[in-house]
């Protein structure tokens, strides 16, 4: 439940730089959010209207406040957790969608000021770029890919410096592509794919995948940890390492997804699909005939769940089954 | 989710949903398969990501007229909800969870918007280039007490996102590798001692406000 909370005259409600995730809404006095602007330093003071929600941000990306919010005459407030204001905010969506316009008008103003302190120089023509991408996957025999680029190119710059190669260039895209789909089917799985042209890490788990996307769990168990053994850059090894357990849990290998999680949660105590794993594990517990533990973990699971409605109804579930 | 299945779209496997630099007016949320976003970077292409259902692309279609920054590839027979300004409203009334989801995506790119335009503000290069490996340590989960730090990052990563040239971020890395501030390996750059960045970079902002 929503808690009323009341501020003094200049009191502070919480200041800039502080971790916390509460979200609050103005019921009577005055509160103003005072910042500096970070392109020229100026002071910026934001007085909240009643009704008004602020914190919202910080609270919901998990940041440090932004801003000092300070009471300037005694206010009342209602304070709520993320999950609180979760709630409420999706049974009234006009709630959010007023949020989103908001956001997305700061997201529209700080995308341009980034982009005009980006170097000129640094930021390809965009149609040199479509037709860079159209060249590549042609010569990368990805026909249909080379030819769609070409058609947008086409689209977009009906006169420009490519067109009239584009045009010659999409006919030969369609005929490649046509000769291409006629191969047999055992040809075309030794074509190249998205991936291909990976570093050999990169290839090895997108073959993971694949794997795991076709229900061939053994065959994405062994392959998962491959990549984790011999992933030297560590680009893919969270996700395989994450992908195993799944790949486990598939294949009902229910000992296995609760020694590989708990190692996991070990190893990276802030994971951030912490939920996921909490579930994983409690189903896997309850599976092993530990019904106890399954709850506690799934418990803990909708606990770390609050932003995820989808991973929480599967507990729910789960917790259904655990119980009868 | 039925009421919405005419703004729904069939990828067949293998399809290219949108190209890296054409505008974009639409963003995705994935209903079903997996859609691989990758980039071409000179002659190789780069995968970037594998999204599942659930998962949002696209959005930064909101800003106007903004080339996509990434290719997307259907891997599998997808499905997806395709959003645009005339379909918003109306989808976002019936999908509360969706509106959701997006308002958390808007919340972070904001908060990654505001740390680039922060790093770019900085005059001094060596201190951009410090602050590039500040920014991707504070995205990573690791033990704030650690000091060394290992990131699988290319100079010309890092000359992206400091907004600098290759060569300017080559010819400061070797001066931060001299002063033993980093170690660079083929694949990767370590950062010997990332508090001392920090000391570095705060300096750096403090003097030049």
């Known amino acids: 439940m929503p808690k009323p909370v009341a501020f003094k005259s200049n009191s502070v409600v919480y200041f800039q730089g502080d971790l916390d995730e509460r979200i609050y809404i103005l019921k009577s006095g005055r509160i103003v959010l005072r910042s500096r602007d970070i392109e020229t330093g100026q002071d910026i003071n934001d007085l909240i209207q009643t009704g008004e929600f602020f914190g919202v941000k910080s609270a919901l990306g998990k940041y440090p406040r932004e801003e000092d919010a300070v009471v300037l005459a005694d206010a009342q407030v209602l304070q709520f957790t993320v999950q609180e204001f979760e709630q409420v905010v999706t049974g009234n969506t006009r709630i959010i969608i007023k949020m989103l316009k908001v956001f997305s008008n700061q997201l529209r103003r700080i995308h341009s000021k980034v982009s005009s302190m980006l170097n000129q120089e640094d930021q390809i023509d965009p149609a040199e770029g479509l037709h860079h991408s159209a060249e590549f996957y042609f010569q990368n025999r990805q026909y249909e890919h080379a030819r769609y680029i070409w058609q947008r190119y086409l689209e977009l710059y009906p006169n420009g410096r490519h067109a009239e190669e584009a045009r010659k260039q999409m006919d030969r895209a369609s005929q490649s592509s046509q000769a291409q789909s006629t191969r047999t089917a055992a040809q075309e799985a030794s074509q190249r794919r998205p991936g291909e042209d990976l570093p050999e890490i990169g290839k090895l788990y997108f073959e993971a995948e694949t794997s795991f996307a076709n229900e061939e769990f053994d065959q994405a168990i062994s392959l998962f940890k491959k990549v984790i053994d011999n992933d030297d850059q560590g680009e893919y090894r969270g996700k395989a390492t994450f992908q195993l357990g799944r790949a486990y849990f598939e294949n009902e290998n229910y000992p296995e997804v609760i020694r590989h999680y708990s190692q996991l949660i070990k190893d990276v105590p802030r994971h951030p699909q912490m939920a996921e794993l909490l579930y994983y594990i409690g189903y896997s517990y309850g599976k092993s005939g530990k019904l106890d533990k399954g709850k506690a973990f799934l418990s803990k699971a909708k606990a770390s769940a609050s932003d995820e409605p989808v991973l929480r109804r599967k507990v729910d579930q789960a917790m259904a089954r655990l119980e009868s | ?209």
């Open chain 2, 1 to 209: 989710m039925s009421g919405f299945d005419r703004f729904a779209k069939q990828i067949p496997k293998g399809r290219m949903i949108f190209c890296e630099y054409e505008p974009g007016h639409s963003f995705y949320l994935i209903q079903k398969g997996r859609v691989q976003i990758t980039k071409v970077m000179g002659s190789i292409e780069k995968a970037v990501d594998i999204l599942h259902p659930g998962e949002l692309f696209g959005e930064m279609a909101i800003l106007e007229e903004a080339p996509r920054s990434a290719s997307a590839i259907a891997l599998d027979d997808v499905t997806l909800l395709e959003f645009n300004r005339e379909n918003f409203e109306i989808l976002m009334q019936g999908n509360p969870q969706i509106a959701m989801t997006l308002l958390r995506t808007f919340v972070k790119r904001i908060y990654d918007q505001r740390r680039r335009f922060m790093i770019l503000k900085l005059n001094d290069v060596q201190a951009r280039v410090a602050d590039v490996f500040l920014m991707l340590f504070e995205g990573m989960d690791s033990d704030p007490e650690d000091k060394r730090c290992e990131f699988s990052v290319t100079s010309n990563d890092v000359a992206h996102w400091a907004g600098l040239t290759p060569e300017q971020v080559r010819t400061t890395i070797n001066q931060l590798a001299n002063q033993r501030r980093i170690e660079v390996y083929p694949d990767k750059i370590v950062v010997t001692n990332i508090h001392d960045l920090q000391r570095l970079v705060s300096s750096r902002r403090r003097e030049e406000e």
